[in-house]
């Protein structure tokens, strides 16, 4: 079983930077993807980032790209998510996800694994 647990989150003003921690255990991650996901009040759940554990492939959100980054070290089983320029429309509940394998793309249907989020508030 896969356990993911998200720290970091917290109240930031517009303009300002966060940056998310995901802790994984549970498995062998090699050929794993791992991603982030956001849901704002009354929203859908939508894509931010997934990384490859094994290559450090990266794709991203067009609504988050150029100011996160994701990013993973091996050593300790821990996946980031900086974000810098934070806007009030970032604001949500941002999830960790596991997935069995990576692909440079939006995973419409979600990943297998989920922890169970951290909230990030982004003041106007």
């Known amino acids: 079983q896969v356990q993911l647990v998200e720290s970091g989150g917290g109240l930031v003003q517009a303009g300002g930077s966060l940056r998310l921690s995901c802790a994984a255990s549970?498995?062998?991650?090699?050929?794993?993807?791992m991603g982030w996901f956001r849901q704002a009040p009354g929203k859908e759940r939508e894509f931010v980032a997934t990384?490859?554990?094994?290559?450090?492939?990266?794709y991203y959100a067009d609504s988050v790209k150029g100011r996160f980054t994701i990013s993973r070290d091996n050593t300790k089983n821990t996946v980031y998510l900086q974000m810098n320029s934070l806007k009030p429309e970032d604001t949500a509940v941002y999830y960790c996800?596991?997935?069995?394998?990576?692909?440079?793309?939006?995973?419409?249907?979600?990943?297998?694994?989920w922890g169970k989020g951290t909230l990030v508030t982004v003041s106007s």
């Open positions: 549970g498995r062998t991650f090699s050929s794993y993807a």
């Open positions: 990384i490859s554990w094994s290559d450090g492939r990266t």
């Open positions: 996800a596991a997935d069995r394998t990576y692909y440079s793309g939006s995973y419409p249907v979600g990943m297998a694994y």
